[in-house]
């Protein structure tokens, strides 16, 4: 009988008496498995963070070890075992999060699946991409007010705002990058916020567009796309990396492993390490990215009332840089000679091609024979390389 007690005492149903807060996160994780495989939103990503959190928060699994990471560090001594903590296989893991493996391998493969055509074809959609990321800083300013204002238990520091801040870029690596550097004991509620907007695009940004748009605008049609070369595309991401790298050094890991990626696409010769970028590597990490940031969302630092403020500043965010967007091609309307179409400025966040089909969608709604896809696909493109770029801002000015 006793030892039936002793085993029963060290089962992880025995453990919940103790951590209802743990308890509470596995619910959480159902409810994000549901929204991922029932509902369909942004599945490959969500359904292994929701996993990934579930893990984390089985009482005496022992898979993550948050005091391993504490105070947003590396403590190798665990690794060395010279502490009482044995590391678990999603302390490993977490480790290309920390040391920022992960997100820029995700910039690879996405760069490996990007075709810069369209933004070279049209560059003012550097300029819509551009305005998009209004949403970062006006978050970061709105996260900066909060804890000016006085309300303690919402209050962000600088690098916290910061790190908040960049959801609105609609760009989980990038987000996972910055707060990785920048605040790491936010790091899984950025994250989920993040992607969950990411999956939430088509339900966030229409009534935003139509609001800030006339019907009159939601019918102009644009004029074909120049054919670009392949000369072209082969020297863009040659001058990209090199021009931002050279002037913002810190977005140099992001904007280097995108350009890297769509240079293997482009030049013809490298056939078999695109193709593995674009599938089996990017599959890969993105298991290996989406578990070890949901296994960061144990219950001391979910459950915190903060999280509910990063969510309400990160709607803020996608709202704001949608809106960025739109204004600014209503805005070149009134110079230009041939129209833009103010429903691909939307397209400036950087959740590729989701924001750019649904400024298509939108654009059809109001005329069946207007094709917006293509020009979308420029601001879209534009706003990836416009969030790297406003990390590296960020992480040059305040990490």
Known sequence: MDAIKDFLSTTGFAMFADNWGQLAMLFISFALLYLAIVKKFEPLLLLPIAF?????????AGMY??????EGHVHWEYFAGKMDVTPGLLDYLYLGVKLNIYPCLIFLGVGAMTDFGPLIANPKS???????QLGIFSTYLGARLINAIGFEKLSFSQLQAAAIGIIGGADGPTSIYTASLLA???LAPIAVAAYSYMALVPVIQPPIMRLLTTEKERKIKMSQLRPVSKTEKIIFPIVITVFVSLLLPSAAPLIGSLMLGNLMKECGVVDRIAKTAQNELMNIVTIFLGITVGATATAEAFLDPRTLGIMVLGIVAFSFGTAGGVLLA????????NKINPLIGSAGVSAVPMAARVSQSEGQKAD????LLMHAMGPNVAGVIGSAIAAGLLISLLG
Not at 52 to 60: D, E, R, T, V, Y
Not at 368 to 371: A, D, E, K, R, W
Request: hydrophobic share 55%; net charge neutral; no cysteine.
């Open 52 to 60: 990934g959190m579930l893990l984390s928060n089985l009482p005496g």
């Open 65 to 70: 070890n948050a005091e391993i990471f504490a």
């Open 126 to 132: 550097l300029l819509l991409g551009a305005a998009a």
């Open 184 to 186: 790491p004991e936010l």
């Open 330 to 337: 209503k805005f070149m309307n009134l110079f230009t000679k």
């Open 368 to 371: 069946p024979s207007n094709f």
